[in-house]
């Protein structure tokens, strides 16, 4: 099983950057693909980005270009890297955890990942 926690979140104002972490806990953290999901009020929990086991990566359009995400399986940690926000960045970021095997495809379902911080809450403001 693992635990994950997520901070870094934050105030600022757009065109801004924001790095946000994700720790995690437990045994076998490098066979669990993560990912970051967002939710503001009043609209579901999307997808933003993801890395599997094997460091493929996947982008929402919205984000593409603007988010990097990246692991340390040392450290246990994975980040979001985020440049240029935008107010309609603002939300709740969750970050998500499945284990999955090696050759796993990626997946941008929530559903399909079984564990979950608590989020932290992001916000482009000027």
């Known amino acids: 099983q693992v635990q994950l926690v997520e901070s870094g979140g934050g105030l600022v104002q757009p065109g801004d950057s924001l790095r946000i972490s994700c720790q995690a806990s437990g045994a076998s953290f490098m066979r669990h693909a993560v990912a970051w999901f967002r939710q503001s009020p009043g609209k579901e929990r999307e997808f933003v980005a993801s890395?599997?086991?094997?460091?493929?990566?996947d982008y929402a359009d919205s984000v593409k270009g603007r988010f990097t995400i990246s692991r340390d399986n040392d450290k246990k940690t994975v980040y979001l890297e985020m440049t240029s926000l935008e107010p309609e960045d603002t939300a709740v970021y969750f970050c998500a955890a499945r284990h999955t095997i090696w050759t796993a495809p990626d997946t941008r379902a929530a559903g399909d990942y079984a564990y979950w911080g608590q989020g932290t809450q992001v916000t482009i403001s000027s």
């Open positions: 890395i599997s086991r094997s460091g493929n990566i």
